[in-house]
């Protein structure tokens, strides 16, 4: 048995060169089998592949078992809507579109001003923080109709109840990102005679960052959550109350189709923000201090 | 760099003394005495390090001087200014144990920060070239480097460069090489002794290395444990220019057994 181990170099036969210009190859085996697991059919074609089974199991099942269109429609009877109904779907795309961004990009604000404020101010943090977790324990559900009484039929209520619905993950994620600093770090900041001020633009803003966007992808798909559910309550635009149509309607193509037009512009929001993290976050977030 | 001075003879200048200085903590469990009647001057350009068991409160002093820790009683100087007033005008820098580098700033912009905040706009004038910094320290052509693209040792080195950009008269450094190996704690040893002859800056060493405490000084402040106080100034006798190899001297060896007894609880 101890024979083999005189040639350890060699112990893997296989990948031993036979000719002069084999040894380039080896190492190019090496190279293509990395190259292979970077290639996009690696990394994404398992997910793929299981989507496209899901599909055809979901036309299967309601082919074999002959179930009408109005309870569930076929994969074909929702892609017809996509192209026969394509400018319904898309005038009522915009206007939840414009809701969620703006809902994100409000809600968000919010809570990053508010989580620098608290982490300045002890008083404002026990003021305001209890308060903070009280409204999210509300089902959104159930502040919506309120919010359409006291804002009406436009745009209003719908960017509130999508701005409320991200708020919170973002408070609580900014506040402990900020406070995310090692004790070290900030007794640095005072033998070199920093302010308040410095020290947040100087440490805790871009310290925070990595959880600041753990917050962020889950608000971008949240975001369109809380539009949708603004638009059941008295709406007549908008993805949401196509849904309702669609529902009450027995239109049932036309629900699927909206459905997915929505969680496609959730996927397209998320991946967005993890688009920009990547951008901003090149520094290794795992040694910070 | 400043320009070297005569380390032999004529009276030099007091960088840091303290009298008589007491530090208390509140604690539950009541009053906490982590150091009492501490009395001791530190020459200038003169390179002290300071050595003693675990909780004889060896930090503590170094963070009291460096005003991160209110004195209860006595008082410290900082080239006779109080440690809040030296803080002010930069006359210290402190280095810790952990390089407490900024993780998305490259090697020379942490050592730019200092110039940043704080009074920047009153030391912009005499601070050290940031570049000249890092090539002091050994760091020449890393200065775009990412603190995660470089070793502990490496960052540490850094983190001195950082430290002297402001041209300070006096360093603090609070076990920075305890998290290293051996063998770049060796190499960091060498190199600080380089830097402290070629910037003639006054340096205060905290570590619980006994070999370190002995080759790193001029003179050892040992402490002794609950409450800390100051069991002996010790100076140590050995040539200026000393290269790591002195450790292995039997004069080397004679001080370390001495600093060891020095250690034992009395």
Redesign the interface.
Known sequence: MAIDQTRPNQSRPDAMPTDPAAGAGVKSDAQRERERRKSFLYQRGPAIAVSVGLVALWWGVVVVFGIPTYIAPTPADVFAVFVEQGDVLWINFWPTLLEAISGFIIGNLVAVILAIWFVHSQLAERSFYPIAVFINTIPIIAIAPILVLLLGNGYAPKIVIAALICFFPTLVNMVRGLKAVSPQMLELMRVLSANDREVLLKVRLQSSLPFLFAALKIASTTSVIGAIVGEWIGSNYGLGSLIIEATYNFRSPLLYATVILGAGMAVMAFGLTTFAERRLLTWKPSDVF | MAAARSRSGSAAATAISARDVAVRFETEAGQVTALEDVSFDVEAGSIVTMLGPSGCGKSTLL?AI???VEISEGGIQVFGRRPEDA??A?D???V???S?L???RSAIENVR??L????AGVTVEQHAEPEELLALVGLQGRENA???ELSGGMRQRVAIARALVCRPRVLLMDEPFGALDEINRDNLNEELRRIWEETGITIMFVTHSIPEAAYLGQKVLVLSAHPGRVREFVEIDLPIDRKLAVRDTVEFIKITARLRKLLEPV
């Open positions: 963070r460096a005003d991160l803080r002010r930069r210290f820098a402190f810790f144990q952990d407490t900024l993780p998305w920060l200092p940043e905040v704080g009074q990412l603190p995660h």
